[in-house]
């Protein structure tokens, strides 16, 4: 059966779906740390030995094919066929994902080693939405409007509200290392694995799955290679570690695996820092995961009304947030007529490098070209790239039409 959805609305529920089960994740992460491997560097190492076996067995099942030149794992991504290698022009891509995902993760550990309650963990991680709109104003195509930044920020003052951990307590070490070490860990990360979903593998997209599965790969070996020179009996601790808590430590690569296969699926329907801004809703499911987890495990949480509705307040500025992101966006296509001398190759490399353009094909019939168009402001970034496609000598005219509803497959 085929599931047809508004792009836009996929790309939410994408995200929502995998904030969902990264909270899921790091409540399992909290009891694995509490009750059983609480080093983080030994921690860091088993959960990634014991991934790679994980990633791949699922990464297997979602490659058997079911007809039509699908595969299980379809159903998550269509461009998904089945595990291959690595391609030659994406391994620089998979090597800066793997060094980003290596420091991320060995910072997370850290702080879930010191934090057993998950909405403590979580929500100053999102201030890497404003890592990620400093990079992209800096690098990508379309610079951060007024109106975006402005979302990006209440985002993040409402995951720094939701912040303060049932128990009250503050740790300066926990904070530093996750605006130090996880926030340019995870820019690292998802700038990288946008990069590769965008990329095309012959005549399709990349997939997330593996994506995925080679950055699990890369992440491992790195993540080993560092422990080791940093102490080798952590290292083989890892080893006994991953033998002997081997089935927490597959529940929680298992989760991880969707959660992580969703985001990279939604890195190539939108931009990385409004994804992450759409990720931050983490921090409402974890909130309920800290005071399922105080009443369950025996774990000290205080959850005083004071507290409870600081966080409260924190979640609907993180709404808000998300909701400008999901209003504010434009797009159209705009078909095109060239005239003259020049070659359709050099009119597409002039239009791609209008900044708003995401997309530009040639076209047999009526027009010659058509691009593409994402912007956050429908008024400055119009008129801004009108005047671009005016000023670009071969072309005879072109037409604006914005879209209203746009369909995946899914």
């Known amino acids: 059966m085929k599931i047809r959805i508004r792009k836009k609305y996929l790309f939410y529920v994408l995200l929502i779906l995998s904030a969902f089960i990264a909270a899921v994740t790091t409540s399992i992460d909290g009891i694995i740390s509490y009750f059983y491997i609480s080093n983080p560097w030994v921690f860091g190492v088993s959960v990634f030995l014991v991934g790679v076996f ?75 939405i404003l890592y990620l709109l400093i990079v992209e104003s800096l690098s990508e ?99 006994n570690a991953s033998f002997k808590f081997y089935p927490w430590l597959s529940l929680t690569m298992g989760v991880t695996f969707f959660s992580y296969v969703l985001y990279i699926r939604a890195l190539g329907l939108g931009k990385a820092s409004i994804s992450q801004a759409v990720k931050a809703s983490t921090i409402i499911f974890a909130i ?45 296509y705009v078909f095109i007529n060239a005239q003259g001398d020049k070659s359709i190759k050099e009119l597409m490399d002039e239009i791609w490098g209008i900044r708003g353009v995401v997309a530009v094909s040639a076209l047999a019939g009526k027009h010659d070209l058509i691009a593409k168009v994402r912007i956050r402001t429908l008024g400055k970034g119009y008129e801004r790239i009108i005047r671009r496609l005016e000023g670009i000598e071969g072309i005879e005219k072109f037409m604006w039409q914005s879209i209203l509803k746009e369909w995946e497959e899914i």
């Open 54 to 128: 994980i990633t791949l067995f699922l990464s297997l099942i979602l490659s058997v094919p079911i007809g039509n030149n699908k595969s299980i794992g379809s159903v998550i991504d269509p461009s998904f066929r089945r595990i291959r290698f690595v391609k030659k022009e994406e391994l620089k891509y998979h090597i800066m994902a793997g060094i980003g995902n290596t420091v991320s993760t060995l910072g997370y550990l850290y702080v879930v080693s010191k934090f057993v309650d998950p909405s403590a963990v979580l929500p100053f991680f999102q201030v890497v």
């Open 141 to 239: 195509k379309d610079a951060p409007t007024l109106a975006e930044t402005e979302s990006s920020i209440i985002v993040t003052f409402g995951a720094i509200m939701t912040s303060i951990s049932l128990s009250g307590e503050v740790n300066v070490m926990a904070l530093l290392v996750i605006f130090l070490v996880m926030n340019p860990g995870w820019v690292l990360l998802a700038i990288y694995q946008r990069k590769l979903k965008l990329m095309k593998i012959g005549d399709t997209h990349n997939d997330s799955i593996n994506i995925r599965l080679w950055n699990v790969i890369f992440t491992t070996v790195f993540t080993a290679v560092f422990v080791f020179i940093y102490n080798k009996d952590y290292f083989f601790e890892a080893i």
């Open 288 to 332: 309920p995961l800290s005071l399922l987890l105080s009443h369950y495990m025996n774990f000290s949480f205080s959850a005083s009304p004071t507290l409870l509705v600081i966080k409260l307040m924190g979640i609907i500025l993180v709404v808000l947030g998300v909701a400008t992101f999901a209003l504010t966006e434009v797009r159209a």
